[in-house]
């Protein structure tokens, strides 16, 4: 598995994968039992390299009694970074992750919400402005508003040109905001590459029918619903035979368009082919 520099990189996976294993080793919190992997040139666990990373796990600890501000003045602590550019660094990084600076001063972490801890931890991941940013489920918890804040902070990260390695359950935001995705499943990585890549192996006719009887509509078309008077589904079987059929069942094809299929559609479809159909 390759990620380029200054890309958006998507690691998805059912739970039980091993995304977040994956991570880890990378970032040499799990030692490899075998393999290499190279990290911004260098080997996984060159110390050096650490300085020019950051990352947000998935459930962090904090320490409650610190303030969010007192927690960044900690996290640069780590990394060795002056006062000077602390006091500059710290209210920059707190505007754009979307948290007031005064709350961040006078409230202890242990008085935020979910969606304040994911911010502050972004803007932890942050403090030392690194070139490749971990984020390990950044949405996960959040409700829409949260989703859609963390996700205009990572798309204001694509645009300063750092490269973004993150794992999500959730398809529709990746499907949004990465150049480049990747999927693993039980340990194997199944395929990788940009979306008009991989979705565009995927195409699918959507269709519209007025009368027939379910089963035999069952075995020509997916995820088959009555919605308004009419089933619809996706066409699983080749088009002119589909239509041949329809005559015979006394039905009416009111339409069939061929679309792309989503994100979560084709993920679904590739781990039911391997014989994955539950979280593990």
């Known amino acids: 598995m390759t990620v380029y520099e200054g890309e958006t990189f998507g690691l998805l996976g059912p739970n039980g994968a091993g995304k977040t294993t994956l991570l880890k080793t990378l970032l040499g919190i799990v030692r490899p039992t075998f393999g290499r992997a190279v990290l911004l040139n260098r080997p996984i666990g060159d110390r050096a390299v650490k300085q020019r990373i950051g990352y947000l796990p998935e459930n962090a600890y ?23 550019v602390q006091k500059q660094r710290i209210p920059e990084l707190l505007d754009l992750v979307g948290l007031e600076r005064k709350t961040a001063r006078k409230k202890q972490l242990r008085q935020y919400s979910k969606g304040m801890l994911q911010r502050i931890g972004m803007a932890q991941a942050l403090i030392n402005d690194p070139e490749l940013v971990f984020l390990d489920e950044p ?4 409700d829409p508003m949260g989703r859609y804040q963390v996700r205009e902070i990572i798309l204001s990260l694509k645009k300063q040109g750092k490269t973004i390695f993150f794992n999500s359950h959730v398809l529709s935001d990746v499907e949004q ?4 995705i990747a999927i693993l ?3 194997e990585l199944i395929c990788m590459g940009s979306l008009e890549e991989i979705l565009g192996r995927a195409d699918i006719y959507q269709v519209v029918v007025k009368g027939g009887k379910q089963e035999q509509l069952e075995q020509w078309i997916d995820e088959l619903r009555w919605e ?3 089933w619809h589904g996706h066409l699983k079987g080749d088009p002119q035979a589909f239509l041949i059929a329809i005559d015979k069942m006394n039905a009416q094809v009111i339409s069939m368009n061929l679309a792309r299929a989503s994100l979560e559609e084709f ?14």
């Open 62 to 84: 904090y320490y409650d009694y610190l303030t969010g501000w007192e927690f960044l003045q900690f996290a640069a602590g780590i990394f060795q970074i002056p006062t000077s």
């Open 139 to 142: 949405m996960s918890g959040l």
């Open 267 to 280: 993920f679904i479809r590739e781990l039911r082919e391997r014989g994955i159909t539950s979280s593990q």
């Open 185 to 187: 499943a039980r340990g």
């Open 177 to 180: 905001i990465c150049d480049r």
């Open 228 to 230: 308004d008077n009419y």
